[in-house]
């Protein structure tokens, strides 16, 4: 059966909302990328020619079902030492790919609409999901300084993602994310746990089979 472009994974809802408060200090802003999607897309493209995207282990032993790679002055790496940040990519043994530009300003401009003037992000991880694939809640606290946002960019396939409180015991809201929608936490809720339910199948003109997410931070 050949795979339609996917309009939404709940497609009889109304329209949503340009701007919706999730909690004090979350803020989902609905197609803000839109117009910035194919620069996103092909300075993606750039970065993982040079650090192709992996299925990094958990220090658990386990192969993340999420494909990542990095961007900036250090990158997101999980291996069986731990989490943590590193300025060299271990499967190169090189430097990351440089933060475009183009990057750094986007992040810094979506950061101020959602109340986080002044952000001044250094690294981008880049996750890619096929269907099926999900991030099972956590927090982000690996980051020196948790005073800067997080700042997530969607792109391609729609996605559910959850959006939880302070502890594991809040019950996560549902939150649809499409192509060019943002996701940013910061202030009270810069802890908040969070995650992506099981991708579900889908075809996108800008990104084929799977959702592509840039999350902007500042780590170091
Ligand atoms: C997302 N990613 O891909 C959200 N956090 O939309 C994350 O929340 C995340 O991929 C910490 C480490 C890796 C991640
Ligand atoms: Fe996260």
Redesign the pocket.
């Known amino acids: 059966m050949p795979k339609q472009y996917q309009p939404g994974l709940f497609s009889d809802a109304p329209n949503l909302p340009p701007r919706e408060a999730l909690t004090e200090g979350a803020v989902v802003l609905r197609d803000y990328a839109l117009n910035q999607t194919p620069a996103l897309l092909e300075e993606v493209d750039a970065i993982t020619k040079v650090a192709p995207f992996r299925h990094m282990i958990t220090p658990g032993g386990f192969r993340m079902s ?1 494909a ?1 790679t990095n961007c900036g002055r250090a990158g ?1 790496v999980s291996d069986r030492k731990g989490y943590r940040y590193d300025p060299i990519d271990p499967d190169r043994a090189a430097p990351w790919p440089s933060m475009p530009a183009r990057f750094a300003d986007f992040a810094k401009q979506a950061a101020a609409e959602a109340g986080f003037p002044n952000f001044d992000t250094d690294v981008c ?1 880049i ?1 890619r ?1 096929a269907p099926g694939t999900k ?1 099972s809640l ?1 927090q ?1 606290k690996d980051e020196h300084d948790f005073t800067a946002p ?1 700042v ?1 960019v ?1 792109l391609g396939l729609s ?1 559910v ?1 959850l959006f939880g409180g302070l502890t594991r015991k809040e019950r996560p809201r549902r939150i649809e ?1 499409s192509h060019g929608d943002l ?1 940013i936490w910061g202030g009270q809720a810069r802890l908040a746990y ?3 339910a099981p991708l579900a199948e889908g075809d996108h003109p800008a990104t084929g089979p799977c959702r592509i ?1 840039l ?1 902007f931070r500042k780590a170091l």
């Open positions: 999420v990542m997101w991880l996750n999901y991030l956590h982000d997080i997530t969607s996605a993602f994310v996701v969070h995650g992506i997410s999350t």
